[in-house]
């Protein structure tokens, strides 16, 4: 399984040896860790989002430097860990996920209004990648995505990056 942060990401930012075993036991901790904080899987994401590899940067030097801060998480770091924690959780609530149709159509999505840019969708269920083509780029109808591919979709799950119209 991947982590947030590749091996010579990690012992970039730490300057240790990519083989430095408590860096290694470190980073499935911070992903578990990042991953419970937002409820969403950055490690599944392709690319991963770069605030998320910030926050992984952030939270394993911290725990790397003081293994007594190891599961204390934002309750015991400054405050520019929570700062891209927040950030992170609000990406983490424009992620959404639904299942594709046999055809054109549109999908319900809850939380999405007309207007809305869809940033990326990629497969994660039955098919993987890059599936952007086959959706509508900017939310026309609200709580809806239109798929716009002919192919059938069914049974195949999607992941969209959502970006609010207000956040443009």
Aim: overall charge negative; charged content about 20%; aromatic content about 6%.
């Amino acid at each position: 399984m991947a982590n947030i942060l590749t091996t010579a990401e990690a012992a970039a930012v730490l300057r240790c040896l990519t083989t430095d075993p408590d860096m290694l036991a470190l980073l499935p901790l911070v992903d578990s860790y990042i991953k419970n904080a937002t409820g969403h899987d950055w490690t599944a994401d392709s690319p991963i989002e770069p605030t998320a590899k910030n926050y992984a940067r952030l939270l394993l030097t911290r725990w790397h430097e003081s293994p007594a801060m190891l599961g204390q998480g934002i309750t015991a770091i400054e405050a520019g860990l929570r700062d891209v924690s927040i950030q992170l959780d609000v990406l983490a609530m424009r992620y959404k996920t639904f299942e594709g149709l046999s055809g054109t159509g549109y999908i319900q999505i809850d939380g999405v209004s007309a207007g809305d840019t869809v940033s990326s969708v990629t497969g994660v269920q039955g098919v993987s990648g890059d599936q952007a083509a086959s959706f509508e780029t900017v939310i026309s109808e609200d709580s809806y995505i239109l798929q716009v591919a002919t192919s059938d979709l069914s049974s195949k799950w999607f992941k969209a990056l959502i970006t609010p119209l207000e956040a443009l």
